[in-house]
């Protein structure tokens, strides 16, 4: 039997310290350096000190092409301060703008408003008899078809943005913003730990700063979109459109619908490009203050369906021009993602965005760090396999020691899923959750009920791991997104499974994993309509979600993903990783805020 390692004890023991030893805890953490190096600071150590110290202690291995990239980082970082002081500036400009073009409209408004009241009282129907007045009625009837509906609104309002374009002024120029970064490289060259580095880096610096993986992100987009639909459609009673500044005026009621009329359609113009509104909330939505700076730290970047490359380009693209500094990583050059060409007269315009707010930036080493990392360290006991008697039953002891060090009491709970969703959790223990790969890839779940695992348990113990074939293909794609949350939200992983690491994802006899041919001539249904066709229409419905939107990785595209996976694996087994799950999980972050 294989002997616990080192780091499962340190696991064990940093969890029997409970709320009263976290400090404890985390002077010893302190000096270990992390992998990510996400700890929060007073005073962060650049972020090529920070570098280079990982490199002298031996933590890792010096990379001409890292480092180049760590420069550019550092020398992006240096001159955020000043533009996140350039920026406050620039939002005191535009929110007393803003303030006085509203005042500005509403007077305007009322002009009209008062026009409207004028007619309605004395006018220009009083000056005709009855027989002229119907006679005019049938002139404009007459006439009517030949003005498309909305035309007159759209006229007055365009009318008076102008007037307000000449009383106010135009809006306010943004100071130019530093060029963001996008690092692509192989799996495992170090693209995203050199991301979180100058992340935790611009703590302190920048005041709106979000760091998503593309799951999260596009999760996070649909939820916006959703709920602003739901508001739009809310809005559309005439009654709750109703203003109060409006109900209050000294008005008739006709003249105060035909105010709310205008105010309703000023709405509707800016809805008709939905994405903008969401890209405005992406990164402030939880901040009562929107002035200064903002950043993006976005992994891996992918263009694998019609929706994510329409949500993509808009909210990227609004994102740029509105000075957010944008720094991601991805597997691929910008102009190499859309390999299948869906919808590339849209993707062509996120690539010039990217061409012109961002420097490009290769890792061209070929050499998967994660795994140097895992061959250097001893006793990897996270993953057991084969499925026979003697790894189950090492699989089952760990459970127990973990269960039993966090108070033995294991129960179902319930957890919140993103859009009113629930996950039922079927074993835990105080930010310990135990589920079977069935219950987890066996099932329609996908990326929104693991980033609510992700979120809610520090360890995750996962059973009977079956070797991935063609077979079982789809649950193969879930596993891997899930691999994807429980690295990024640096979750410990125990596992038991059919093969060792390198081999779960190298097909069984029932053929390989990678058959090209499968990937391209796929002919699965969705609803009556064949995958392939259903893909190509890529329509969004009017609900907000995508309409039968599916996965369109290539062949090509899957191996990344599944080397990618292996090298997460690898690297979670590993002394650096779980030594930083106690500080940079999302359950201890919000433990540590509560006790503050």
Request: charged share 25%; glycine share 6%.
């Amino acid at each position: 039997m294989r002997k616990v390692s080192s780091i499962a004890s340190l696991l064990l023991y940093t969890a029997s310290f409970g709320e009263r030893g976290a400090s404890r805890y985390n002077k010893l953490l302190s000096n270990a350096v992390h992998s990510y190096s996400r700890l929060p600071s007073t005073t962060p150590p650049g972020m090529l000190v920070q570098y280079r110290k990982l490199i002298e202690q031996g933590k890792l291995q010096h990379d001409p092409y890292q480092e180049k990239v760590a420069v550019a980082l550092e020398n992006l970082l240096g001159r955020l301060d000043q533009y996140e002081k350039d920026m406050e500036e620039y939002y005191v400009k535009l929110a007393n703008w803003e303030k006085n073009r509203e005042d500005k409209r509403r007077k305007l408004l009322m002009e009209e408003a008062e026009q409207q009241q004028q007619q309605q009282q004395g006018g220009v129907w009083t000056s005709v008899n009855k027989h002229q007045k119907n006679l005019v009625e049938r002139l404009m009837f007459w006439r009517k078809p030949d003005v498309e509906p909305g035309v007159g609104k759209w006229v007055s309002y365009l009318n008076r943005e102008r007037k307000l374009d000449s009383l106010v002024g135009r809006c306010p120029t943004a100071p130019p913003a530093p060029k963001g970064l996008y690092i692509y490289g192989s799996v495992g060259s170090g693209k995203t730990m050199l991301m979180d580095m100058f992340y935790a880096a611009t703590e302190g610096i920048v005041k709106h700063r979000q760091r998503f993986h593309f799951h999260e992100a596009m999760l996070k987009i649909n939820e916006h979109m959703h709920r602003l639909w739901r508001h739009q459609v809310e809005e559309k009673s005439l009654k709750s459109g109703i203003s109060s500044w409006i109900m209050n005026l000294p008005l008739d009621m006709k003249v105060k619908e035909w105010l709310a009329a205008e105010e309703r359609y000023k709405q509707e113009v800016q809805m008709k490009n939905i994405l903008p509104a969401v890209a405005d909330k992406f990164l402030v939505e939880q901040q009562a203050d929107n002035r200064g700076a903002s950043i993006l730290c976005f992994d891996e970047i992918q263009t694998v369906d019609v929706f994510a490359i329409v949500a993509l380009s808009g909210i990227l693209s609004r994102l740029l021009s509105t000075g957010t500094v944008l720094v991601a990583t991805s597997n691929r050059a910008p102009n190499d993602l859309n390999q299948d060409g869906m919808q590339r007269e849209i993707f062509q315009k996120l690539v010039l965005k990217l061409e012109k707010h961002c420097e490009w930036l290769q890792v061209e080493s070929e050499v998967d760090y994660r795994r140097q990392i895992a061959q250097s360290s001893i006793d990897r006991v996270h993953h057991f396999w084969p499925l026979d008697s003697n790894a189950l039953k090492e699989f089952e002891t760990m459970w127990s020691q973990v269960t039993n060090q966090l108070g033995g009491q294991i129960m179902s709970q319930t957890i919140p899923v993103m859009f009113g969703r629930t996950l039922e959790v079927p074993q835990s223990c105080n930010g310990v959750a135990r589920f079977t790969f069935e219950y987890l890839c066996g099932r329609p779940v996908g990326a929104a009920d693991y980033i609510a695992v992700t979120q809610n348990y520090h360890t995750v113990f996962i059973s009977d791991i079956p070797v991935m074939s063609m077979r079982i293909r789809d649950k193969a794609r879930r596993f891997i997104t899930l691999v994807d949350e429980l690295y990024n939200h640096h979750c410990c992983l125990f596992c038991s499974a059919a093969a060792s690491i390198d081999d779960l994802f190298q097909g069984t006899e029932e053929g390989t994993l990678f058959d090209l041919e499968s990937f391209q001539f796929e002919t699965e249904m969705e609803g009556t309509k064949l995958r392939r066709d259903v893909l190509s229409e890529g329509s969004v419905s009017s609900g907000g979600a995508p309409s039968g939107i599916v996965s369109m990785l290539s062949g090509q595209e899957e191996m990344f993903a599944f080397r990618r996976a292996v090298s997460r694996l690898i690297e979670m087994q590993t002394p650096l990783y779980l030594e930083g799950v106690r500080s940079l999980h999302p359950y201890f972050q919000n433990n540590n805020s509560k006790n503050a």
